[in-house]
């Protein structure tokens, strides 16, 4: 499996985004793909995930509200709608799939979503 994330840039405060995490080679329909991010100086955290096949969506409790996954399984990709975004936010966003949720063991290369102020 290879996952290819993009979409990244720089936006200013209270902008949208939208990433795209376009996978190759064979996901599970009981897999989980999800997107985390680092940002600067800062521990990687899961900002949401998606079962493949049944498209059940989870977030951690500081990610509700602003962030959305959803996923063209024809299209093979997984997307992350940022919205109201905040400085804070400013973080390399990766995507990762794999068997369960929290155990990703593929990852693609990460986009940088930059906010200014």
């Known amino acids: 499996v290879q996952l290819q994330a993009s979409g990244g840039g720089l936006v200013q405060a209270g902008e949208s985004l939208r990433l795209s995490c376009a996978a190759s080679g064979r996901i599970f329909s009981s897999w989980s793909v999800a997107w985390l991010r680092q940002g600067p100086g800062k521990e990687r955290e899961l900002v949401a995930n998606?079962?493949?096949?049944?498209?059940?969506?989870y977030y951690p409790e500081a990610m509700k509200g602003r962030f959305t996954i959803s996923r063209d399984n024809g299209e093979k990709t997984v997307y992350l709608q940022m919205d109201s975004l905040k400085p804070e936010d400013t973080a390399v966003y990766y995507c990762a799939a794999g068997a369960q949720i929290g155990d990703y063991a593929y990852w693609g290369q990460g986009t940088l979503v930059t906010v200014s102020s």
């Open positions: 998606i079962r493949w096949g049944a498209g059940n969506r």
